[in-house]
Structures are given as C-alpha cells and as structure tokens.
C-alpha cells in the first residue's frame, strides 16, 4: 500500500497545469512528468517491477505527445451517489463514490467519464480533494494495458475539469500482478483511441 500511495502522491503533484500553457511548456512540462515516472520505475524501493524486471528496466514506453488529448471538461457534480466497492484484480473493494460526470470533445466527437473519489484515502492528509478516473479505451490490449488506464485529478471549484490523457498511467498490476489494482467500470469505456499516456509494459 505504501507504494501505491506514494504514486498517487507523485500523480497529483504533477496533475496541476493547463491544456492553454504555450506548446514549449506544456511539453516541458509532460517531459518532466514522464522523467520523473522513469526515476520511480528505476528506485528500487519505489518500483512496482519485480527484481528480474527492475534489472532490465530502462524507461517506459510513451506515446507521442499530443495536445490534442489534454482536455477541458463540462463537470456535471452527481452529490447523491452512494458508496460503492469497486472491483479490483483480487478480492478487495475499495469504497469509492461517483463524484460526477465529465463531458468533452476529442475529435468532434463527444465523450463523457464517470469521475470517483476514494472514500478512505480522502481521509489522509493532502488527498482531500482528490479525483480518480480510470477508463478504457480502443488502444486497451492492443499499444495500452488491457486492464485500462488512470488519470487523477483535484477537486476544481470551476464548473470545468482539465483532463490530461498525456499523464495517463498503468495501474501497477500491468507491471506485477502482487497488487490489487481497481478495474475501470464499464461506463469508463471509451470509444475512441486514446493514443497518449503510457503504453503497455512489454
């Protein structure tokens, strides 16, 4: 567990920018993002990879970035969901509430994903606001993990959600099945290649 939230604290802290920073920086700063993802990946008390992998282990794999899939969401607030335990890879469900919808366009194309916040961790200092949408999309088992992909979030005040698929992430189990890691709901499946992110783990 330490491991996982070290990775949500390591998500979050680079989940703030927005998709309108001129091109230079919002690359900059994506660059930076996958640097220090690498560096986690290569610490061998942080890593998720087991010992024969970690000894192989270079960098991940990325796709090309594209601003394209950095997007500013319609956030429709759902206040009388109730708790739920999500599916995971093993037997735990972690509580989690649907906190609400996000709308956008990719493509002209519109799209919408359930947003959920994890009932405990919000009770640990620094996750309080914090917003999780795992999702699956076309790319799902074939460049991507089969199991989907995340993005984490913060609680916006704006009736808007910036979402960064360029920050989309494996979960830990597309590196080693020891963890337990939560399986996107199917309202999460998108219907559209979401070609950015992290790739599968070969």
Request: proline residues 4%.
């Amino acid at each position: 567990m330490k491991a996982y939230y070290y990775l949500i604290s390591f998500m979050l802290f680079y989940s703030f920018g927005s998709c309108s920073n001129a091109d230079t920086l919002y690359l900059n700063a994506i660059k930076a993002w996958q640097d220090t993802l690498n560096s986690e990946f290569q610490d061998s008390i942080e890593s998720p990879l087991s010992k024969k992998d970690l000894a192989l282990f270079k960098e991940l794999d990325f796709y090309k970035i594209d601003k394209k899939f950095c997007v500013t969401a319609s956030f429709v607030r759902t206040p009388e969901e109730l708790p739920f335990g999500m599916k995971t890879t093993t037997d735990r469900l972690p509580v989690y509430v649907k906190y609400g919808e996000a709308y956008f366009n990719i493509d002209g194309k519109t799209f919408k994903l359930n947003v959920y916040q994890n009932q405990e961790l919000i009770k640990k200092e620094g996750y309080k606001d914090y917003l999780f949408i795992p999702f699956v999309d076309k790319t799902s088992g074939k460049e991507s993990y089969k199991g989907g992909r995340y993005v984490d979030l913060r609680i916006s005040k704006n009736e808007s959600l910036i979402i960064d698929f360029n920050k989309a992430y494996n979960p830990y189990c597309a590196y080693n099945h020891r963890f337990s890691c939560p399986i996107p709901p199917y309202e999460n499946t998108l219907d559209i290649e979401i070609n950015a992110g992290v790739k599968k783990f070969h």
